[in-house]
């Protein structure tokens, strides 16, 4: 079989146009204090509150957004969904649920806790 060169390079200009590259995905990364709010019915997005859920309120995350919560002292981490708008109060930069923050301190040594959120913005 006899290709041309001009046929070649065109094949591979077809193949290379034709791939997808995803975009790199854009890391972010917001540290402060975290709470824990272990009562509501309803949450932000409509669902029923469940404290056992891995979930968490923040103001402005998407909804249904997926976080990793890092605890800077035990350096213990957990992912949790998004699903409510919140703390409203304290200087505080994001709720969890008792399972969410008992994930990252099982011993129960505080109510609040410093940590480090990351997720993705893409």
Known sequence: MNISSTTLKFSVALVLTSLSIAEPVKAQTECG???YYDSGSVTANGEAF???E???AHPWIPMGSWVTVVDQESGREVSV???DRGPWSGGFIVDLTPAAINAIDPHQTSDVRNVCLYWSAN
């Open 81 to 83: 969904r998004i699903n």
């Open 54 to 56: 891995l979930a968490a």
């Open 33 to 35: 204090m975290a709470s």
């Open 50 to 52: 469940n404290p056992g």
